[in-house]
């Protein structure tokens, strides 16, 4: 019997070293075995990581490694079966044109997603630039909702929230790239958005929305030098579990 649905994919050791691991209400899934995952995911890897992951349901808060993985997004996703939105908190939009064709990466998934899933009303993509945005080439495109890091600070792009259609539930996926160098270090290029300004986004969607299950990625590179290594660790550990915290105060459900 399964103690939560909340868990962790080790696809790196990277938790290891974090203090994550002494939550109580979380499992450790060990994918460390599997080949053919990092930034591409193979169809036997995919298959895989489902299998892993299926007793866990789509529920609960997922810590998902670095953002070489986020893909899993869409792994997960994909076993929603009734209509409903992905919130979408990235540095970057992953909806790049895909470089080998018919195999998932972290950098196309999300075009993936808005392009496949048939019960996808709307994929709401925060954080990324407005030069990222307006290279987006998908079909479905209005399906996509953006608020770009300007308008986020500049205040502008308020009125953009009537878009959102709110009679559906939402699933959440938080890449840490979003945030400023001072909480996290990840292994791919960063925003500089603060902790604070992202649990005031969050808070939009955990008051009183129906939320079906949220995962975070952005962990740091493995192999750093030792130094900087671990102090990498200490940011994302800490990071993590205040985001962890901050989402529980809203969703015990979850």
């Known amino acids: 019997m399964i103690k939560s649905q909340n868990y962790i994919l080790d696809f790196t050791h990277v938790y290891k070293d974090e203090d994550i691991e002494k939550i109580d209400d979380i499992n450790w899934i060990d994918c460390s075995d599997i080949e053919g995952c990092d930034l591409y995911c193979s169809g036997l890897a995919r298959e895989e990581i489902k299998k892993r992951t299926e007793k866990y349901g789509i529920c609960g808060i997922h810590f998902i490694d670095s953002g070489n993985y ?37 950098g196309d998934w999300a075009a993936q997603v808005i392009m496949e899933n048939k019960n996808l009303v709307q994929l709401i993509l925060v954080g990324a630039t407005n030069e990222d945005i307006s290279q987006i080439d998908v079909t479905n495109k209005e399906k996509l909702v953006t608020f770009s890091v300007e308008e986020l600070r500049n205040g502008t792009g308020k009125e ?19 945030l400023d160098r001072r909480y996290i270090e990840t ?55 205040q985001l962890f915290e901050y989402i529980k105060k809203y969703r015990k459900d979850l």
């Not at 259609?165 to 979003?178: A, E």
């Not at 929305?209 to 750093?224: A, P, S």
Request: overall charge negative; some cysteine.
């Open 70 to 106: 986020h893909y899993v997004t869409k792994i997960l996703t994909d076993r929603i079966d009734s209509k409903f939105s992905l919130v979408l908190y990235d540095h970057h939009t992953d909806m790049q044109k895909p470089l080998i064709e018919g195999m998932t990466s972290c």
């Open 187 to 241: 292994n791919w290029s960063q925003g500089h958005m603060p902790l604070g300004m992202l649990d005031h986004l969050l808070e939009f969607f955990l008051k009183d929305k129906k939320i079906l299950g949220i995962d975070i990625c952005g962990e740091c590179q493995v192999g750093l030098p030792f130094p900087e290594y671990i102090e990498a660790e200490e940011k994302n550990s800490k990071t993590n579990i």
């Open 160 to 178: 953009k929230l009537e878009d959102i259609i709110t009679d559906v539930p939402f699933y959440i996926s938080i890449d840490k790239d979003i």
